[in-house]
């Protein structure tokens, strides 16, 4: 199974992105799907989290209301940010496991993650 994150860019803050994590593989059946981020001189931390087959989603606090997660009928998932700030610039990873959770661990497969800059 291979992921490829895209989408990523430079936005000014209050401003909106979609980011796209394709999936590859024919035996790519996984129960969840989800976003990670990493700052600089940060920590990786999670964003965000979808059942792939059935509803059911979560959320970081931070993200709330403002981030949506939600894939289509291939092997695509997304995540829509709206009003962006500036402490969301980051690198944008996806991730495909067997759990839905906030934990990087329960995650097996990672894309290559995709650059987000929030300018003041």
């Known amino acids: 199974v291979q992921l490829q994150a895209s989408g990523g860019g430079l936005v000014q803050a209050g401003g909106s992105l979609r980011l796209s994590c394709t999936a590859s593989?024919?035996?790519?059946?996984?129960?969840?799907m989800s976003w990670f981020r990493q700052a600089p001189g940060n920590e990786r931390e999670f964003v965000a989290a979808t059942r792939w087959s059935a509803g059911g989603t979560l959320y970081a606090d931070s993200v709330k209301g403002r981030f949506a997660i939600f894939r289509d009928n291939a092997k695509n998932m997304y995540l829509q940010m709206n009003g962006l700030k500036p402490e969301d610039t980051a690198v944008y990873y996806c991730?495909?496991?067997?759990?839905?959770?906030?934990?990087?661990?329960?995650?097996?497969?990672w894309g290559q993650g995709t650059e987000v800059t929030v300018s003041s």
């Open positions: 593989g024919r035996s790519f059946s996984p129960y969840a």
């Open positions: 991730a495909a496991g067997f759990s839905l959770s906030r934990g990087q661990r329960d995650y097996d497969y």
